[in-house]
Nanobody
Framework: VQLQASGGGLVQAGESLRLSCTAS????????MGWFRQAPGKEREFVAV????????YYADPVKGRFTISRENAKNTAYLQMSGLKPEDTAVYYC??????????????????WGQGTQVTVSS
């Protein structure tokens, strides 16, 4: 599967953005979808994950209550709605997918498929 992330941009603190991740192929509903981010000089970190039907989601502590992950299988698309953005949310955001996670969902190494990344910059 090929993933295309979009929706990043430059916003001020407190504003919102919605990221999208569109997948190719007809097996999108099989995949667990995750979002990760990487700030300059830092390691890639887990942000959120949604299971195949959208019924189960998990979030990293720094984004709980501000970010919402969702998906529309009919559109082969996963979303990350980000509200109350903070300067520390500035990073390149990546979507990831896998049909069988071989380890913890918050570990980047268990995802086989990755999007190209979209830059999110939050000014203070």
């Amino acid at each position: 599967v090929q993933l295309q992330a979009s929706g990043g941009g430059l916003v001020q603190a407190g504003e919102s953005l919605r990221l999208s991740c569109t997948a190719s192929g007809r097996t999108f509903r099989r995949y667990t979808m995750g979002w990760f981010r990487q700030a300059p000089g830092k390691e890639r970190e887990f942000v959120a994950v949604v299971n195949w039907n959208g019924g189960t989601t998990y979030y990293a502590d720094p984004v709980k209550g501000r970010f919402t992950i969702s998906r529309e299988n009919a559109k082969n698309t996963a979303y990350l709605q980000m509200s109350g953005l903070k300067p520390e949310d500035t990073a390149v955001y990546y979507c990831a997918a896998d049909d069988i996670l071989s380890g913890a969902y918050y570990t980047s190494g268990v995802y086989h498929y990755w999007g190209q990344g979209t830059q999110v910059t939050v000014s203070s």
